[in-house]
């Protein structure tokens, strides 16, 4: 960093300097972070330096890595913002089945690095995020229903401190701080390294197949009705989409609304294969035979293959979105969804998704940390960009909408890594947990240098 970019012998970047704007720069376009410094740090070293720099300054610090939550929390006006990017390689040890990950990774790195070894991590749809704020946050994965909330694959974390100490967090050492680390909602530190547990992978059924929305009926009361019994190797979503034409978008999925059911079924060992495939097929096979598929990504491939099924955006794109967790919808609950996001209802939204949770999710992980379940049978996301006709405002107000049309399913819980929107209603923690990590926090913040870090979703009633 040049000298022309920091105030005084500080570690912050200021506002139009080069420095500043590679650190504040987010992925959800919507959501633009306007830091009163920011800087890029990598490792635990240059860390403390910009932690210790904010202080000093009079100034709260937020983190970040890739800014796919930018519109799901406090907006950063006023704080020192923290870029984390890696130091270093992600480290696989085959012996224990773990991985090493410095913060600022993603969780492609992460996938690249397991699976030479047949190995695999709880990831999230997309390469591009940032592995550290979707496991604090809990993570649900498309290999959830086997692992449950990726949160509980973390055997570790490092990180430093309001004072400016490192400290390490695992089962034994610091196990409170552990505990409330993984889904405690952030604001304890700025997390530096983890290390999660790895799975075996031999093959993954993954992809993603698209009919016309005007099929959506009976092609969601197939998945629903599968979703009921299906294997815990299995974790599927359904989506609506209405994307518009714009670069990067295939012409068969922009020529009109369409419903996606994509996911992955997991094969441990190679013997799991042939079940696998048949697992796949009871699901697949079932839709096929109501409409005939726009396209069919489907297909036997490695673990890498399923960064590719959800074909998230790979540039940063302005989003507007909600998310809040569903109760079993029945026939009532099927149409109020279809009504509110379906292609008759006039929705705005680009995705609405329903992902399938149960299994794995629905258990408690006595070794897991404060959010270490979801009670619920699907998670629901809804987003739209406001592109051409479509505006905020449109769909702040759809997203309104869909929430009131499906108010009679809403849990009232959310998971923080599917939050999308800071302003919508978000609770993820019971009073007396967020009450517990609360107390937890301020020992280790008693000054409260991250608390505008601290999602709203673990904010005590």
């Known amino acids: 960093m040049s000298t022309a970019d920091v105030r005084d012998d500080d570690a912050l970047a200021e506002p139009g300097t080069p420095h500043y704007e590679e650190a504040a720069r987010v992925f ?3 959501a633009p972070a306007h830091p009163a410094a920011a800087v890029t740090a990598r490792g635990p070293a240059e860390v403390r330096a910009a932690v210790l720099a904010a202080t000093r300054r ?3 610090v937020r983190v970040h890595t890739s800014g796919h939550a930018a519109g799901a929390v406090r907006p950063l006006d006023g704080s020192a913002l923290i870029r984390t990017a890696p130091a270093g390689e992600v480290e696989i040890d085959t012996a224990t089945r773990t991985a090493r990950i410095p913060a600022g990774a993603r969780w492609g790195d992460v996938v690249r690095a397991a699976a030479p070894h047949g190995l695999g991590a709880a990831h999230g749809s997309a390469a591009d ?3 550290i704020g979707y496991l604090l946050g809990g993570g649900v994965s498309f290999y959830g229903r086997r692992t449950g909330l990726a949160a ?6 490092e990180l430093v401190t309001a004072d400016g100490g490192c400290v390490r967090a695992d089962a034994t050492t610091e196990p409170e701080l552990f505990w409330a680390l993984r889904g405690g909602g952030g604001g304890f530190g700025v997390v530096t390294a983890v290390e999660v547990a790895l799975f075996p992978v031999a093959k993954v059924v993954t992809g993603a197949t698209y009919w016309s929305a005007a099929d959506a009926g009976p092609l969601l009361a197939a998945w629903r009705a599968w979703t009921k019994d299906a294997p815990r190797e299995a974790t599927t979503s359904l989506r609506l989409m209405n994307l518009p034409p714009v670069p990067g ?3 068969q999925l922009a020529a ?3 419903l996606c059911v994509d996911g992955a079924v997991l094969a441990p060992t190679a013997h799991d294969v042939p079940a696998a495939q048949r697992h796949a097929d009871e699901l697949l096979g079932t839709l096929r035979e109501i ?4 396209l069919d990504t489907w297909a036997l491939t490695g673990p890498a ?3 590719d099924a959800h074909m998230d955006p790979a540039d940063p794109v302005p989003f507007i979105g909600d998310h809040f967790l569903l109760r079993e919808l029945g026939d009532d609950g099927a149409e109020a969804f279809l009504g509110a996001v379906g292609a008759d209802s006039g929705s705005p939204l680009a995705v609405a998704t329903l992902r399938q949770l149960g299994g794995a999710f629905a258990e408690e992980d006595p070794a897991g940390g404060v959010l270490n379940q979801v009670d619920a049978a699907y998670a629901y996301m809804g987003s739209g960009p406001p592109f051409g006709p479509v505006t905020v405002e449109a769909l702040e107000k759809h997203c309104a909408t869909v929430r009131a049309a499906l108010a009679p399913w809403d849990t009232g819980r959310t998971v923080p890594s599917l939050v999308e929107g800071f302003t919508r209603p978000q609770r993820h923690l019971t009073e007396d947990r967020a009450a517990a990590v609360a107390r937890i926090r301020r020992r280790y913040d008693p000054r409260g240098v991250f608390a505008d870090d601290v999602s709203a979703g673990a904010a005590a009633l």
Do not use: D, H, K, S
């Not at 509980?152 to 974390?157: G, L, M, Q, S």
């Not at 409409?291 to 726009?294: D, F, G, H, Q, T």
């Open 28 to 30: 959800n376009l919507a």
């Open 305 to 307: 293959g399923v960064l």
């Open 256 to 258: 009109g609304p369409v």
């Open 152 to 157: 509980n694959t973390v055997r570790a974390i």
């Open 291 to 294: 409409a005939p598929a726009l």
């Open 129 to 131: 995020v940032g592995v």
């Open 58 to 60: 009079g100034l709260t």
């Open 249 to 251: 978008v295939l012409p």
